[in-house]
């Protein structure tokens, strides 16, 4: 029962994102940011529970930029710009969700091996990846855990990003909906994840492979051609 699918692109369904969404969202994200400033300002917290609140706000301003940027998601904004290796995104990321991934009993496995360098909006970039680990660690959250498994190399002048998981796995015709918006089979989703990485691997011209067993778990393979 092994699926294997390779998306070479996906239709652009960008256009599927109502502005109404962006500012739905907006608003909850300016009220929490509001009450965690005021947190902030507490004097009975600890140094470490301040550290908290600041990667929250920090992580609530990029919510918010990235919301900003769904309904432009067609162009990359020129100051996010980069000609560059995505060591320093696909670490970032994964510093992010290690906190979530021991939550969830999930080991994470980093390994980095690429020199090839292409171009691309930073912030988009460890958006995406941030949703696959996401995903990954979902995945595995109620199996009792798992191995979030992330590696990146380089073949024949491609970039090459691997995302394996032990989780649930999926059907092949679950993987057949991957990015379709608002597709989600979970309590609290937003079925928007995918969207964000399909779209924005086709920007640097790049595939998704799903490789999926039901049970098992899932590999994501990401191949982004380099740029001279
Ligand atoms: P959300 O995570 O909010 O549900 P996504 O667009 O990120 O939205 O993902 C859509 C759906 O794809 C998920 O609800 C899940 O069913 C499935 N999915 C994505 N990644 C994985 C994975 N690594 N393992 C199993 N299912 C996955
Ligand atoms: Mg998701």
């Keep these: 029962n092994r699926e294997q699918f390779i998306h070479s ?3 652009n369904v960008v256009s599927e994102l109502s502005a109404s969404v962006s500012h739905e969202i907006r608003n909850p994200l300016t009220v929490t940011s509001g009450f965690l400033q005021l947190l902030k300002k507490s004097k009975t917290i600890t140094q ?8 929250s706000l920090q992580e609530l301003n990029r919510a918010e930029k990235i919301v900003s940027n769904y309904l432009s998601f067609a162009k990359p904004q020129s100051e996010n710009m980069v000609y560059s290796n995505f060591f320093a995104e696909t670490e ?11 939550m969830h009993q999930v080991e994470v496995q980093f390994h980095f091996n690429n020199t090839l360098n292409t171009r691309y909006d930073q912030n988009q970039i460890q958006q995406c990846l941030i949703n696959l680990y996401k995903n990954g660690i979902e995945a595995m959250k109620d199996t009792g855990g798992g191995t979030l498994l992330i590696d990146v190399s380089e073949i024949k002048h491609h970039i090459i990003i691997k995302i394996q ?7 092949r015709e ?15 989703g937003t079925g928007l994840g995918m969207l964000m990485v399909y779209s924005t691997i086709n920007k640097v011209n790049g595939t ?10 899932t590999t994501f393979l990401l191949k982004i051609p380099s740029q001279s």
């Design 165 to 171: 998981d032990t989780g649930i796995g999926m059907t």
């Design 208 to 217: 998704i492979e799903i490789d999926s067993q039901k049970g098992k778990g």
């Design 92 to 102: 970032y990321a994964k510093d992010l969700i290690i906190p979530y991934a021991s």
């Design 9 to 11: 692109e996906r239709l």
């Design 48 to 55: 470490e529970e301040r550290k908290y609140i600041e990667l």
């Design 174 to 188: 679950q993987i057949s909906r991957l990015g379709k918006p608002y597709y989600s089979t979970k309590e609290k």
